[in-house]
């Protein structure tokens, strides 16, 4: 029985030590708070390196649809990091952080928005995101990011996205409401035969927005729009629509809000129809993956919005990285978030600090001008939306021929 007794005694005095040097263990190492984390480790000399980890959020559509748009997100955000980890991570403050990119599919979707939102704000604690490009989900998105003091570097053409009363909400790409009325200017200057528009879009707030937009930009140049016409997204055989469409014998179809996917089966069956009128896209750079669908023959002598020269070095350099890393036809929005991602790690560093977000906002309302692959950008939209918090750059018109696309700057 005393041996027995003893034997309890050990074992009992055993957990205890074990649980002694449990506890003591975890008092001599790191704690990283909500929102970063950080790893150690021994540099073989004694001494001990850490570097902090900075979350980055990309919310946009992945799948479906509007992929193309929503890889253009993600591929800039991911790249910009690369090469700045490639340099060994992001000074801020005297502290190295190493970024890792946490990108969520929001399916082209409001609620797909909302749902990716929620999870990098609650669950990864994130305080920056890149995205997103749904007009009809970034309403509801801030109403999780604004409260919270998340910044987005967003995309959206909704004039509702940027307000006085939305101070962490930036825009990194122009839209409708800046690009419109330089693209149409040309075209009436360049095209003057060209006098009556038919624009189609997808039914929901994104082509509702951009409509809108396009339109008024168009009627203010002189021109007839002879119809709106607005789609189901999802629709795979658009030949009723197009077939009364082209009755209404317009000189130009305006692809407007249209996504990449979309775009492409509406070249191609309304070729098929017969049309022989101007394509047209400004809302939103879709040629590359047209071009997958239709062939160059359907695109001859097609004008849409291009981001940028994509003869310039910079944008070929870019290109490499994408192609390089993703295997595929680099969108040419990527450029936006390319520039737009490091912009934000410009502000970053200058404000000192991964987890002040009014700091960092400011620090990003401050930088008058930005150098990045699409050359020179700054802060603009205060007589539009009340508040200095849309990017904005050169303005070019593409125009596809003989294979080629030509670039001709009109703002």
């Given at each position: 029985?005393?041996?027995?007794?003893?034997?309890?005694?050990?074992?009992?005095?055993?957990?205890?030590?074990?649980?002694?040097?449990?506890?003591?263990g975890a008092?001599?190492?790191s704690?990283s708070?909500?929102n970063?984390s950080?790893?150690?480790?021994?540099?073989?000399?004694?001494?001990?390196s850490?570097?902090e980890?900075?979350?980055?959020?990309?919310?946009?559509?992945l799948?479906?649809a509007?992929a193309?748009?929503g890889?253009?997100?993600?591929?800039?955000?991911?790249?910009?990091?690369?090469?700045?980890?490639?340099?060994?991570g992001?000074?801020?403050?005297?502290?190295?952080?190493?970024?890792?990119?946490?990108?969520?599919?929001?399916e082209?979707?409001?609620?797909?928005?909302?749902?990716?939102?929620?999870r990098?704000?609650?669950?990864?604690k994130?305080?920056?995101?890149v995205?997103?490009?749904?007009?009809?989900?970034?309403?509801?998105?801030?109403e999780?990011?604004?409260?919270?003091?998340?910044?987005?570097m967003?995309d959206?053409?909704?004039?509702?996205a940027?307000s006085?009363?939305?101070?962490?909400?930036?825009r990194?790409?122009p839209?409708?409401?800046e690009?419109?009325?330089?693209?149409i200017?040309?075209?009436?200057?360049n095209?003057?035969?060209?006098?009556?528009v038919a624009i189609?879009s997808?039914?929901?707030?994104?082509?509702?927005?951009?409509?809108e937009?396009?339109?008024?930009?168009?009627?203010a140049?002189?021109?007839?729009?002879?119809?709106?016409?607005?789609y189901e997204?999802?629709?795979?055989?658009?030949s009723?629509i197009?077939?009364?469409?082209?009755?209404?014998?317009?000189?130009i179809?305006?692809?407007?809000g249209?996504?990449?996917?979309?775009?492409?089966?509406?070249?191609k069956?309304?070729?098929?129809?017969?049309?022989?009128?101007q394509?047209?896209?400004?809302?939103?750079?879709?040629?590359?993956?047209?071009?997958?669908?239709?062939?160059?023959?359907?695109?001859?002598?097609?004008?849409?919005?291009?981001?940028t020269?994509?003869?310039?070095?910079?944008?070929?350099?870019?290109?490499?990285?994408?192609e390089?890393?993703?295997?595929g036809?680099?969108?040419g929005?990527?450029?936006?978030?390319?520039?737009g991602?490091?912009?934000?790690?410009?502000?970053?560093?200058?404000?000192?600090?991964?987890?002040d977000?009014?700091?960092?906002?400011?620090?990003?309302?401050?930088?008058e001008t930005?150098?990045?692959?699409?050359?020179?950008?700054f802060w603009?939209?205060?007589?539009?939306?009340?508040?200095?918090?849309?990017?904005?750059?050169s303005?070019?018109?593409g125009?596809?021929?003989?294979?080629q696309?030509?670039?001709?700057?009109?703002?």
């Amino acid at each position: 029985m005393e041996n027995l007794k003893s034997k309890k005694s050990n074992i009992l005095l055993l957990a205890l030590s074990l649980v002694l040097s449990l506890v003591l263990g975890a008092c001599d190492g790191s704690s990283s708070n909500g929102n970063s984390s950080s790893n150690s480790g021994n540099n073989g000399d004694g001494s001990s390196s850490a570097a902090e980890e900075l979350k980055i959020g990309v919310v946009a559509p992945l799948s479906g649809a509007g992929a193309a748009w929503g890889i253009a997100v993600q591929a800039g955000a991911e790249i910009a990091a690369d090469e700045i980890n490639e340099q060994g991570g992001l000074e801020v403050n005297g502290v190295t952080h190493k970024v890792k990119v946490i990108p969520y599919d929001s399916e082209y979707t409001a609620q797909g928005v909302v749902t990716a939102t929620n999870r990098l704000v609650n669950i990864d604690k994130v305080n920056f995101i890149v995205g997103p490009i749904e007009s009809s989900g970034i309403v509801p998105m801030q109403e999780v990011t604004e409260p919270n003091k998340v910044i987005i570097m967003s995309d959206t053409f909704t004039p509702k996205a940027l307000s006085p009363e939305k101070p962490f909400t930036f825009r990194v790409e122009p839209t409708a409401e800046e690009m419109a009325g330089p693209m149409i200017r040309w075209m009436k200057e360049n095209y003057s035969e060209l006098k009556t528009v038919a624009i189609i879009s997808p039914n929901d707030e994104t082509g509702w927005d951009m409509e809108e937009q396009i339109n008024q930009a168009y009627v203010a140049e002189g021109y007839e729009i002879v119809d709106s016409i607005f789609y189901e997204r999802g629709t795979q055989d658009f030949s009723t629509i197009l077939s009364k469409l082209i009755q209404m014998q317009p000189d130009i179809l305006e692809l407007g809000g249209s996504s990449p996917g979309d775009s492409s089966l509406i070249v191609k069956q309304i070729k098929e129809l017969g049309f022989k009128g101007q394509l047209v896209k400004i809302g939103g750079e879709a040629t590359k993956e047209i071009l997958q669908v239709t062939g160059p023959e359907a695109l001859e002598g097609f004008l849409h919005y291009t981001p940028t020269d994509p003869n310039e070095p910079g944008i070929a350099e870019l290109t490499a990285k994408f192609e390089a890393k993703y295997n595929g036809v680099m969108p040419g929005t990527t450029t936006y978030f390319y520039d737009g991602t490091h912009l934000l790690f410009q502000a970053i560093k200058e404000a000192g600090t991964t987890t002040d977000t009014e700091g960092v906002a400011q620090a990003l309302r401050k930088i008058e001008t930005f150098e990045g692959v699409l050359g020179k950008s700054f802060w603009t939209g205060m007589d539009s939306y009340g508040i200095n918090q849309q990017l904005m750059t050169s303005i070019y018109v593409g125009l596809f021929e003989n294979g080629q696309v030509t670039a001709v700057q009109v703002q």
